[in-house]
């Protein structure tokens, strides 16, 4: 099963790449000047040097991609957070100038299938349960809701093995 078919659907200008360690200064420049500051469960951090702790952290996890402005600037970025062998947390953001173009959908679609590259089986995510973007855009990548307590959601999505 192909999981990102439609990825390419943002403008071709904008780029989307793997990215690690090398690339922290580029997101600390997105991060540094996003808006709003801290909304995502407290992310990003909103003391820079909590944000930049951050930052390397998610770096660190094995599947991180990163859409780039023609100039070269990271304008979103989204990982997976592994938490158990085959199991992972989806993070994603967009800079606010550049939302409502599918850079948020096509960076979760290219992050699932290297997850899924990667041996995860499983990835889900945490939204506040009132986020309708956050809700929509994971839906509309394929996960299903597993948990709804009040103010938060639970979404969940099994990923193929390509074995
Ligand atoms: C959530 C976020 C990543 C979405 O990024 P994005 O690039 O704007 O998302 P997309 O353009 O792929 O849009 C996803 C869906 O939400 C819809 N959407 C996006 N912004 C919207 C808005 N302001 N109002 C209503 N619908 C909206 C889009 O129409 C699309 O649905 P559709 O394809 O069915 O039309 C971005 O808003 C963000 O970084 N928010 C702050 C951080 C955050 O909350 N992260 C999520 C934590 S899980």
Not at 87 to 113: H, M, N, P, W
Request: net charge positive.
């Amino acid at each position: 099963m192909r999981l990102i078919q439609n990825t390419l659907h943002i403008e071709a200008h904008l780029r989307i790449r793997a990215v690690g360690p090398p690339q922290f200064d580029l997101l600390r420049r997105m991060y540094d000047r996003f808006d709003p500051i801290g909304a995502a469960f407290g992310l990003p951090p909103r003391s820079a040097e909590a944000r930049h702790r951050w930052i390397c952290a998610a770096l660190g996890h094995k599947v991180n991609v990163a859409t780039f402005s023609p100039t070269g600037e990271a304008v979103g970025h989204c990982f997976l957070a592994v938490d158990t062998s085959s199991s992972a947390e989806v993070a994603i953001f967009v800079q606010q100038d550049y939302r409502r173009r599918g850079i948020g959908t096509a960076l979760v679609k290219a992050a699932l299938e290297r997850g899924a590259k990667a041996g995860l089986r499983r990835v889900w995510g945490m939204t506040a349960s009132a986020d309708r973007v956050a809700l929509r855009l994971l839906r509309n990548c394929g996960f299903r809701l597993t948990k709804s307590v009040s103010v938060e959601a639970e979404l969940e999505i099994g990923l193929p093995g390509t074995a």
